[in-house]
């Protein structure tokens, strides 16, 4: 597309940047804090505080540390798996080799169109 038709798309291409730029900070920032294992460690320091208080039992305690170890030990598995490249798993094995490499490009070369980029 040249420089007329960016001119022309721009009122509908750059809100759609915009509102694609913005989902990307937020989720980019959602996943900073769910695998933040400082909100856990909190969490943790706050419920041996209330067993200090005997505002909770030992067996509450007890369910409650056992859930936050639980989400600790996945919130890591995870953080693992992204740095691996499987955000689930962290499972490389089976992965493609690069796949930025494509043998068929996106796009085709129209005969009738020749102007546009392939």
């Known amino acids: 597309m ?3 038709g960016n ?3 721009l009122p509908v291409s750059g809100p759609l940047g915009a509102v694609g730029w913005l989902a990307r900070q937020v989720a980019e920032a959602a996943v ?12 943790l320091l ?6 200090e208080a005997a ?3 030992e067996a509450a305690f007890e369910a409650e540390e056992s859930r936050l ?3 600790l030990v996945e919130m890591r598995a995870c953080r693992s ?3 691996a490249g499987d955000p689930a798993t962290g499972d490389t094995e089976g992965a493609p ?3 930025v490499a494509d043998p068929q490009p996106a796009v085709e070369r129209s005969e009738a169109e020749p102007w546009t980029a392939a």
Do not use: K, M, N, W
Request: glycine share 6%; aromatic share 0%; net charge negative.
């Open 2 to 4: 040249g420089l007329l």
């Open 7 to 9: 001119v022309l798309s």
């Open 32 to 43: 900073t804090e769910l695998l933040d294992p400082v909100r856990i460690e909190r969490a």
């Open 46 to 51: 706050a419920l041996a505080r209330r067993l």
């Open 55 to 57: 505002e909770i039992d």
């Open 69 to 71: 170890l639980d989400e």
């Open 81 to 83: 798996g992204l740095e």
């Open 97 to 99: 080799e690069d796949p």
